[in-house]
């Protein structure tokens, strides 16, 4: 603009006109873009309102709802089978015996187990096994057996069944604190 035939105050003038124009140019893109964002949201906005209005009416629904009469049956059936889990819950933390017999049982190489018998008290367990050993020396054999099987337990072998050095007719008591 310097080699221009105006004058320097319209030369001043039109400049300063140049850049308000591009100023106004600018923001009516700017304004445009924001309206055309607008119009574009437009359709979203409304889709979300009537999912509120429809949840809104959904909640009011559910709550004049009465409590039906399966729903409370079935409340109380799960109420009932609650009850039961918990009770066999509790029958599982019992102490089993099923370990310290069949570590008896385990232990008998040579003896004839007759019978099984378990009494339980309170703090502990007594389990009375009777049978026949063919000799003493494997009599005394089961009977460390079943001490290196269950190590906290106390074996009762009376000596008077010790008498006899063949054919024994024994009865052992095993008392254990079980776990």
């Known amino acids: 603009m310097r080699h221009t035939l105006l004058p320097t105050q319209q030369r001043i003038f039109l400049h300063h006109e140049y850049h308000v ?38 909640v009011a629904t559910i709550k004049d709802i009465k409590p039906d009469t399966k729903i409370v049956s079935i409340k109380k059936d799960l109420a009932l089978t609650k009850d039961a889990l918990v009770g066999l ?15 008896v049982i385990s232990a008998r190489s040579g ?10 008290t309170a703090p502990t367990t007594s ?22 099987t269950i190590p906290d337990a106390t074996i009762d072998l009376p ?3 010790l008498i006899n050095s063949t054919d024994i007719n024994f009865s ?3 008392t254990t604190q079980l776990k």
């Open 21 to 58: 124009r591009l100023f106004i140019v600018f923001l009516f893109i700017f304004s445009a873009v924001g309206i055309i964002g607008a119009i574009s949201l437009f359709p979203a906005f409304m889709e979300a309102v009537v999912e509120e209005n429809s949840a809104l009416e959904g």
């Open 89 to 103: 819950d509790n029958a599982i933390s019992v102490p089993r015996l099923s370990r310290a017999i069949q570590e």
């Open 111 to 120: 003896v004839s187990i007759t019978s099984v018998s378990v009494t339980r």
């Open 127 to 148: 389990i009375v096994v009777q049978g026949f050993a063919p000799t003493r020396s494997i009599l005394l054999a089961f009977q460390s057996k079943i001490q290196s």
């Open 159 to 161: 000596a008077e069944q």
């Open 172 to 174: 052992v008591k095993i």
